[in-house]
């Protein structure tokens, strides 16, 4: 397409550009949940208009949408963009930003060193916060720092240390590459079997006698299925294994109860559904009846009496024996706003707004792509997905390039056929799910807009 044009419906259609190269995670395709519901069976949760695939139909869902004004919470620098990498990596929340602003203007500008007073408990305290709103986790239980990647091998380690008598670790041969590449690295040194679990199979028919440590998702990365925490979780007690759960596709996307559910050790991002910022501090939950287990990394910020600076590691009793090093404070900042920021939406109304869209989403999907070979690779009860679409099609990298370039459209793609389309529910619209399944119409089409 040359220049720029009025697509039907009122949205502006974006001319070519260069766009930078898209980053591409090396992992197979799997499906680990399949949904074998009839579209026509699945509950629904949006009103009969959605029914119709016309943007006037997005326009009026849009209209009726309760959470329609959240949008103002975020920066959106460009309205023309239709931003559906959510998952990957949110918008940026005005309270984020204006946080940001006064922690390095009064926080560190104005107070220096003075400041570490309000900062050493920091960690602690926007845990406290996260758990309450978004984790169902009583307080002292979460401490957000270090990467996912850091939480995990600290929590993976820590539950192996406590079995030294089993001799084998389960993961799904489909998981995170991190995930894997962490308890790869754990069980190299040690001698021990890691068990990769195939696409469509259980991971608790792996579990046995001799599995000291399972890494799960709770939601897939690439199909957004959801699997059941509470049950694997006791599945695994049943033998006497741990469980160590990445929630990073979950949090702030659907309702997690940790300490109902008999979690013991837990991990994510804050970067994705939480809009916390590239590169923002992870987090990470042990259960408070297993806290006396010790990290990996002995570090000062996890040290009792920090600054008697004694000669040998004495860790604190509680959640901040996790900590290692110095806090990273002016992120956590952005971290804490964001996550106040989306406790005020409510996480319950939050996931009624992803389930509608995912629903509208898959429909549109079915009506408009599906002729010209895109499959659904999402679960189709609601309940069994998080707060992405996935679509398969041959030619999803090409696909997801032009739709950048071409369309002003920003999905996410994953080797070897996915599309994925986040949705995140406290700033998309329905036109923009609309606009973006129509651009890929066009796109596999070539030929005009829908009406």
């Not at 679960?379 to 997905?385: Q, S």
Request: charge should be neutral; hydrophobic fraction near 45%.
């Amino acid at each position: 397409m040359a220049g720029r044009s009025v697509a039907r419906g009122g949205r502006r259609r974006r001319g070519a550009r260069s766009r930078p190269a898209r980053v591409v995670a090396d992992a197979r395709h799997h499906r680990r949940v399949e949904d074998r519901h009839e579209g026509r069976d699945r509950p629904r949760t949006l009103p009969a208009v959605a029914a119709e695939t016309t943007r006037a139909a997005a326009e009026a869902l849009d209209r009726a949408d309760p959470l329609a004004r959240e949008r103002d919470r975020f920066v959106v620098a460009d309205d023309d963009l239709i931003y559906l990498d959510g998952n990957s990596l949110g918008r940026l929340p005005v309270r984020a930003a204006a946080a940001v602003e006064r922690m390095v203007h009064d926080g560190w500008g104005r107070d220096l060193i003075g400041g570490w007073v309000r900062w050493l408990t920091y960690p602690e305290e926007v845990g406290d916060r996260l758990g309450a709103a978004f984790l169902g986790a009583a307080p002292g239980q979460v401490v957000v720092g270090d990467s996912t990647t850091v939480n995990l091998y600290k929590l993976a380690s820590a539950a192996l240390d406590a079995r030294p008598d089993r001799r084998a670790l389960v993961v799904p041969a489909g998981e995170f590459p991190t995930d894997r590449y962490v308890l790869e690295g754990l069980a190299a040194p040690r001698g021990l079997d890691v068990r990769l679990v195939p696409a469509g199979a259980d991971v608790v028919d792996a579990l046995d006698a001799d599995v000291a440590v399972l890494c799960l998702s709770m939601v897939d990365y690439r199909s957004g299925a959801v699997v059941d925490v509470a049950a694997i979780t006791a599945a695994a007690r049943h033998v006497g294994a741990t469980v160590v759960w990445d929630l990073s596709h979950a949090v702030g996307a659907v309702p997690i109860e940790l300490d109902r559910w008999g979690v013991e050790l837990a991990t994510g991002c804050s970067y994705k559904f939480l809009n916390g910022g590239p590169g923002a501090p992870a987090w990470l939950y042990v259960r408070s009846d297993v806290q006396h287990l010790r990290s990996p990394i002995w570090g000062w910020f996890g040290q009792r009496e920090q600054f008697a600076m004694g000669p040998a590691y004495d860790p604190e009793p509680g959640i901040r024996r996790w900590l290692a090093g110095t806090p990273t404070v002016i992120a956590l900042a952005a971290v804490d706003a964001a996550v106040a920021d989306l406790a005020e939406i409510g996480i319950e109304a939050l996931r009624a707004k992803g389930t509608a869209l995912t629903t509208y989403a898959i429909d549109l999907a079915d009506a408009r792509l599906a002729g010209h070979g895109v499959t659904v690779a999402t679960p189709r009860l609601p309940h069994r997905r998080g707060a992405h679409v996935a679509l398969a099609h041959p030619a999803a990298r090409e696909l997801s390039r032009r739709l950048i370039d071409e369309h002003g459209v920003v999905p996410d793609f994953r080797e070897p056929d996915l599309l994925r389309l986040g949705l995140a529910p406290a700033y998309t619209r329905f036109t923009d799910v609309w606009d973006g399944i129509d651009a890929l119409a066009v796109l596999l089409a070539g030929g005009a807009a829908a009406p």
